[in-house]
Each structure stands twice: as C-alpha cells, then as structure tokens.
C-alpha cells in the first residue's frame, strides 16, 4: 500500500502515547490523532467522499488541519489545501478548477468559504471548535486507509507562474512520502524531536517540512496559528522545541525581539529557513543569539517543496541554497538548452522523485514546463566548483513579500477591471521589513480618473489581504518593447512607504 495516510496509522501503532499534536494545552497523541481522523473520514465520507475525489481545505495551524488532511488521504481523495484568507472569486476558482466535491473551511473564514463553495458547485463543511466533535460522535470511523498508488495525485497545491491563471501542482503519494522521508532526514528528526509549526501547513513549505517531516519521525508538532514573535518564543520555551522552520521576515523577528533573552531557547539546535533568501547578517545573528544553525534550503509547490538544502553535516556557505537532496538532479542551462560554465548562470532545472505529475488538467501548461522530462523552474542559478548552488535571479515577475509568493499577472487583472484603468503593471518595491512590497503603475483612460486609495480598496475587496498593492503611483505612459509589450526591468519604482 502506498497510500502516505498509512504514515500516521503506522505511527500510531509503534508510537501510540507519544505526543503527535499539541496546540497550547490540548495535546493529541499518535493514538488519540489516528482514532479523530479515523472518524473524521467517516465524516467525509457521509458527505459522499470517494477515492480520487477532490477536497477543499481552508484550515489554520490549529489541530483540525492535520485530521480533515490525513482523513481525506486515508479514504483515498485528494488535498486542495488552500490559503483561509482567500476571498469569494479565490475559494471558487480553486475548488471550480480542482473539481471539488467538498470544502472543508474554518469558522473564521465562514463567509468566503461558503460563497465560494456555491459558486464553484461544492458541498461545504464548516469547521466549528465543539460542533465538529460533535459530528465526529455521531460519525462511523474509517479504520483502513484505501488502497493509492504511488503514482496516484495526493495533493494539488495552487500556484502561479507570471502568465495566466493559478495552476494545481498535482503531487503524488510517492512525491509526498519522497519529500517527508529526505526532511526527516536532513534535520535527523525523530520520536523526541519537537517542530514549531507556525508556518502555515497549507503552504507546500509546511505541509513537506513540518507537518509530513514530523508524522514520518513520529516526533511532536506545537502549532502556532499566527506568527507573533513573543508567542513563538514561549512556545519554543514551553514545549522545549527542537526545530524552526521560517521564512527569513519570521528569522528577523525574532532576532530582533526584545524579550528573546529572557525566553530560553537553549532547546533548539536546528532551524530551516526558505522561501527567499536570508540575509547573511540575519543568518549569523541569529546563529549566535540562538546557539541553533540556520540551514537554507530551496523548493517549489511543484517539487513537493524540496530541492536543494545545506546539510547540517558539510560546510554552510551563507546565501547558497546548498547541494541537491535526496535523488535530485539539477542542470543549469542557457537559453539554447546548453549546460553553462561552473560560476556563469543559468536556468535551473530539476528532476527527480520531489518533482509533481504536473499541472492538475492542464496538459499544455505541463508540456511546457517540464521539457525532455526535466522540471523548467524560470530561476536563474550559479553553481560553485563545490556543487553548491545560488540564486541569482527569480522568476521574472514574481514578488516575494514577507514570504509569501506573490504574482503580478492576477492583481493585474483585478486592476483592469476597474472602469478608469488603461494600463497597469505590478512590481516588487525595496522594503526594509518584508524585503519587497506590492506596487502598482497605473495608466487612466483619457479623461477618467481615480486615487491611489480608491485602487488599492478595489483590489484589497477582491483578493487575500497580503497581494493587494500598498505602494500605488500614477504614470502617463508605460515603458515598452516594439511588440508592445510592457518593459516591467524600465518601469522606476518609488521606495515603499
């Protein structure tokens, strides 16, 4: 059986008392999440969930993620976990797109959640703390879970390259088994190992490294639903925490923090960082304040979120993204296909067991992104005589803010709805604390017009709150190419205010 839903039974047969949840002072061990998740199932079930039947989640860090997860895999379905601060048009397009049958959201995000579900054509569960335990009473527990290949879809995971509409990363049970299993190993976690959870689990960053790490090496998640920095430092203290992963905005915080000496932290020995590049002066600060090494790593939703990591047994080169992991292999190419020069860039490209089926019913899109059978990532690398590897430039357009991915082409969109917009072009803006922000270039028709203010609520109203563009300025023309198409490397950008 392949099924990665038989990693939490297995672990609740050899571990069955160990400790596998904890959210302040609720703890699950692996007996107690195996038995809730078993009824869950049951739960999804009763809503008319079949193997290879798609399943909404839009969950936060809080326990009934990892049961409504680990229940849709064992009766065989598949995983949409999405973003809770999607809007209405967000939650629709994702479950639309996926076919979900059902969605699956929090109390929180209720609205969203059920008008989206409405629009696409999906049954909705809503998640309320004490409702839900009481349905998962009245629930009949799935005890086994379904039979899956290796090569059947477990995941789909949203993204978006710099063209077109967010495309699903299909991941399989084996590209999810692959990514848990290499992270378990890189950080040498095990039954004793505790992960501080609070980057969010529906991100392919925690869902591979944190939540799947930590159920393959039978050790303990302490969820944390929101990053605040004195909230992860007691938490570290409190539950003795082994292991942080973070993107480098969460590193920052932390370092910086005025409470962090007197929090003891003396627990933890290894942390990961990803999602951009960490600052070397972050890196070694909080080397030294923590007493923990900071390891940087590199993946995408559509390599299970894994690639490349810095060993924690070979030397560190502060901002490398390290050497391949596990059975990956990765060529730098120039635009003609041919392999560069050690030190010259490149376009990286990876193949191996991380990397997804491709994109969920989008075969043109897969064709073109995965070429001669090689994953084409549109990052452009340099490689040193060691084999370790550096980011040079991103994908083309893409914004990283705090974190968070952060893709021009849909604000755009959203920005030419508006009745006084002709042009428009979203960029990444300098910011010291979240190392880039949203800015919009506006162009207006001919004798319409409108405020900077104005746009930036129209947009806020349609997507999640962290991609609207704070930094909007006015322009009379944008800068072109003789196909007309928009110069976005000669379009001057204000500093973020």
């Not at 869950?40 to 798609?54: F, K, Y």
């Not at 229940?71 to 996926?98: H, I, K």
């Not at 392919?204 to 969820?223: E, I, K």
Request: charged residues 25%; hydrophobic residues 40%; glycine residues 10%.
């Amino acid at each position: 059986m392949t099924n990665f839903a038989q990693e939490l039974a297995d672990a609740a047969a050899q571990e069955p008392d160990r400790p596998a949840v904890r959210l302040d002072q609720l703890t699950l061990t692996y007996s107690q999440l195996s038995a809730a998740v078993a009824h869950t199932a049951g739960l999804l079930r009763a809503h008319g969930i079949e193997p290879g039947d798609r399943v909404g989640m839009q969950l936060p860090n809080v326990p009934y993620f990892p049961l409504v997860y680990f229940a849709a895999l064992r009766l065989g379905a598949v995983v949409v976990p999405m973003n809770p601060l999607l809007v209405e048009r967000e939650v629709a397009y994702q479950l639309g797109d996926s076919g979900a049958k059902l969605m699956v959201g929090w109390q929180d995000f209720e609205r969203a959640a059920r008008a989206g579900s409405e629009q696409a054509g999906s049954d909705c569960l809503i998640v309320e703390v004490g409702g839900f335990e009481q349905l998962l009473t009245r629930s009949v527990a799935v005890e086994e879970p379904a039979d899956r290949r290796d090569s059947d879809t477990a995941v789909i995971i949203y993204t978006s390259g710099t063209t077109g509409a967010p495309k699903g990363a299909a991941l399989t049970h084996a590209n999810v088994r692959a990514g848990a299993t290499v992270a378990r190993d890189l950080i040498d976690a095990g039954p004793d190992s505790v992960a501080v959870a609070v980057l969010p689990l529906f991100h392919v960053f925690g869902m591979n490294s944190v939540l799947n790490c930590t159920v393959r090496a039978r050790g303990l998640m302490t969820l944390v639903p929101r990053f605040e920095p004195d909230k992860v430092l007691e938490v570290i203290e409190r539950d003795h925490a082994t292991s942080f992963a973070g993107v480098p905005t969460m590193y920052a915080a932390l370092l910086h923090h005025p409470d962090r000496e007197r929090r003891d932290s003396s627990s933890l020995t290894l942390c990961v960082s990803g999602g951009a590049a960490l600052p070397v002066e972050v890196l070694r600060g909080f080397d030294e304040a923590f007493g923990a090494k900071v390891l940087e790593g590199y993946g995408l939703s559509e390599t299970t979120g894994m690639a490349t990591f810095n060993p924690p047994d070979r030397e560190r080169k502060p901002g490398s993204i390290g050497v391949p992991v596990g059975d990956t292999e990765i060529r730098l190419v120039d635009d003609d296909g041919n392999e560069v020069a050690v030190g010259d860039p490149g376009e990286l490209l990876i193949r191996g067991s991380f990397v997804m089926r491709g994109y969920w019913d989008r075969d043109e899109a897969t064709a073109e992104v995965m070429r001669d059978g090689w994953l084409h990532t549109g990052d452009i690398a340099t490689v040193d005589a060691d084999g370790y590897y550096y980011i040079v430039d991103r994908k083309k357009d893409m914004i990283i803010r705090g974190g968070f991915n952060v893709y021009p082409r849909e604000l755009e969109e959203v920005l030419y709805e508006h009745p006084a917009v002709r042009e428009a072009a979203v960029v990444g803006v300098s910011d010291d604390r979240l190392g880039e922000e949203v800015g919009a270039v506006v162009v207006l028709k001919q004798g319409e017009s409108t405020s900077a203010e104005e746009l930036r609520e129209f947009v806020r109203e349609r997507v999640a709150a962290y991609k609207y563009p704070r930094v909007i300025w006015f322009a009379d023309e944008l800068p072109k190419g003789p196909t007309g198409k928009i110069l976005k490397r000669e379009i001057e950008r204000p500093e973020a205010t």
